[in-house]
Nanobody, 122 residues
Framework: DVQLVESGGGSVQAGGSLRLSCAFD????????MAWFRQAPGKDYEGIAT????????TYGDSVKGRFTVSRDTAKNTVDLQMDSLKPEDTAMYFC????????????????WGQGTQVTVS
């Protein structure tokens, strides 16, 4: 089974930056799609970034375009999310997910999920 472990969450003031990392502890084929989602209290999951592990052009949700950047580190077997110009509305639990079962892009239904890491922007 694929295990995903997020790290890098924390508290930051508005306008600040955080970098999240999603570590895979199993071999990840290059054609696997992975994504970052978030869930704020009382709200649905929101897809914010997705890409194939092999690289290529990422897709971003409208609310984070121009502020967040997703990238992969094949040497470390991680997919990272650089979050800049953070806003209080970015406060949420952030999850990484992998392996699209059906659907496309941020509309995928993903098979594997991490436990999440909390981001709080004040």
């Amino acid at each position: 089974d694929v295990q995903l472990v997020e790290s890098g969450g924390g508290s930051v003031q508005a306008g600040g930056s955080l970098r999240l990392s999603c570590a895979f502890d199993a071999y990840t084929p290059a054609n696997v799609r992975m994504a970052w989602f978030r869930q704020a209290p009382g709200k649905d999951y929101e897809g914010i970034a997705t890409m194939y592990f092999r690289g290529g052009q990422p897709t971003y949700g409208d609310s984070v375009k121009g502020r967040f950047t997703v990238s992969r580190d094949t040497a470390k077997n991680t997919v990272d999310l650089q979050m800049d110009s953070l806003k209080p509305e970015d406060t949420a639990m952030y999850f990484c997910a992998a392996h699209c079962l059906r659907g496309q892009g941020l509309g995928c239904q993903f098979a594997h999920w991490g436990q999440g890491t909390q981001v709080t922007v004040s």
